[in-house]
């Protein structure tokens, strides 16, 4: 077989329509490497790698992009910041839903994202993965800048970075069964040529998140219970093999009964597919549950990061107030315990209005250790020991 980068000819690719052109493809051809029933996806898991990109900027006549961060980091963000604009049409305001916010993702990690409604967790997730433009800042895929990539490589860093929503009863298209559901990201994406690739996908996607394909693929989302839809939630994001995944709250409004068992299914599709995720919750149990052993966690209020390190030594041992005040909040359920737990006393019990922060620390308002510099100076992220705490007390 000649060498397809030397533009040799040969017949039609029978999985990547890129094989003919690339040296990867060509030792996907030698190696027999398959990545079926996903058709065409094997260009997907290539366009991370350094000599692919080079070889697609050639082709354009660029200079290839150099990674900004290392393979481990799956994305990251500089200085991100979201800003809505609210109030009256002649009265407008700049409301900061994410403020400067840096953070990274590692692969296989989870990033456990804490805090009060309010506080940005969404709006950190919908921007990392496309949902929103970022109004300052950088994300990067893989080391790549979002804003500066190609159309094609955006849609793939579109493809790779998945949502699980919070609510599954809104996500999920009522008219629609759970077989069209999940069929409608395998069409638009191209990444099936038949009936038969389809079907194996969506069966095979079905049964690893435990539900029986030929039950439920004929089901309506009013037919199934919440824990169910969920699962097919899960199943639509991860039909198209993704590396990010943000699962927003994905347990919130399912039964206590329900959600550890769903808890329990994202960690096992983790395990198996190498996802990286960012799990948001306003439970700091559940966050140690998914983060507590490897991973990570954040603390955020007023779209700013006050604790960022360790899930398990953060949430053991918290050095923020904010975090603190959080983990005092949590009910003991043994009565003795209970009656001697020392609840942190706020100085305010209410968040102040988003639009006029506190022009110093955020927390400040309610911090029971607040300082005069507290009040004046916003305080930087520091590390302390594993941890980075954003508190003048450090």
Same mark, same amino acid.
């Given at each position: %077989? ?7 000819? &040969? ?21 027999? &490497? ?15 790698? =350094?000599?692919?990109?080079? !070889? ?29 604009? @609210? ?32 506080? #940005? ?16 800042? &950088? ?7 979002? /804003?500066? %990539? ?14 699980? !929503?919070? $609510?599954?009863?809104? /996500? ?5 069964? @759970? ?30 998140? #435990? ?20 699962? @097919?939630?899960?199943?639509?994001? *991860? ?18 009964? *329900? ?5 329990? *299914? ?76 020392? @609840?942190?006393? *706020? ?12 022009? #110093?620390?955020?927390?400040?308002? &309610?911090?029971?250790?607040?300082? $005069? ?5 916003? =305080?930087?992220?520091?590390?302390? #020991? ?9």
């Amino acid at each position: %077989m000649s060498n397809p980068s030397q533009g040799s000819p &040969r017949g039609p690719a029978p999985v990547c329509p890129y094989l003919q052109r690339t040296p990867q493809g060509y030792v996907c051809s030698i190696t027999q &490497r398959s990545v079926n029933p996903f058709g065409w996806y094997c260009v997907f898991d290539y366009m991370n790698c =350094p000599i692919y990109i080079g !070889h697609l900027s050639r082709m354009a006549g660029v200079k290839g992009p150099e990674r900004k961060y290392g393979e481990d980091v799956v994305i990251a963000a500089e200085d991100l910041s979201v800003v809505f604009k @609210v109030g009256s049409m002649f009265s407008k305001k700049d409301l900061y839903a994410v403020d400067h916010i840096n953070i990274t993702v590692n692969r296989s990690e989870t990033l456990a994202v804490v805090g009060e409604s309010g506080s #940005g967790k969404t709006t950190l997730g919908k921007t990392l993965v496309g949902l929103y433009k970022p109004t300052t800042g &950088r994300i990067y895929f893989h080391g790549r800048d979002v /804003s500066t %990539m190609t159309d094609e490589e955006y849609r793939v860093y579109r493809l790779k970075s998945q949502y699980i !929503h919070q $609510d599954p009863y809104s /996500s999920l298209n009522p008219y629609k069964t @759970v077989y069209d559901i999940l069929a409608v990201p395998l069409r638009a994406n191209k990444l099936v040529h038949s009936k038969a690739e389809e079907e194996k996908a969506i069966f095979e996607t079905l049964e690893s998140v #435990g539900l029986n394909p030929k039950a439920y693929i004929n089901k309506y989302p009013f037919e199934l219970s919440g824990g169910e839809r969920q699962r @097919v939630s899960i199943a639509r994001a *991860l039909l198209v093999k993704p590396e990010f995944v943000v699962a927003d709250e994905p347990v919130t409004m399912l039964d206590a009964s *329900l959600r550890l068992e769903v808890l329990d *299914l994202l960690l096992s599709v983790q395990k198996e597919m190498n996802l990286s995720i960012l799990f948001i919750t306003h439970d700091l149990g559940m966050a140690y549950y998914m983060a507590g052993e490897r991973g990570r966690a954040a603390v955020m209020y007023l779209g700013s990061i006050m604790e960022f390190g360790p899930a398990k030594e953060m949430l053991e041992s918290p050095l923020h107030p904010y975090t603190q005040a959080l983990l005092s909040a949590i009910p003991e359920p043994d009565p003795t315990k209970s009656r001697s737990k020392k @609840v942190m006393k *706020l100085r305010s019990l209410d968040p102040p209005n988003p639009l006029r922060a506190p022009p #110093g620390c955020k927390f400040s308002d &309610r911090c029971p250790f607040a300082m $005069d510099r507290c009040f004046k100076e916003r =305080p930087p992220l520091k590390k302390v #020991g594993n941890t980075w705490v954003a508190c003048w007390l450090y």
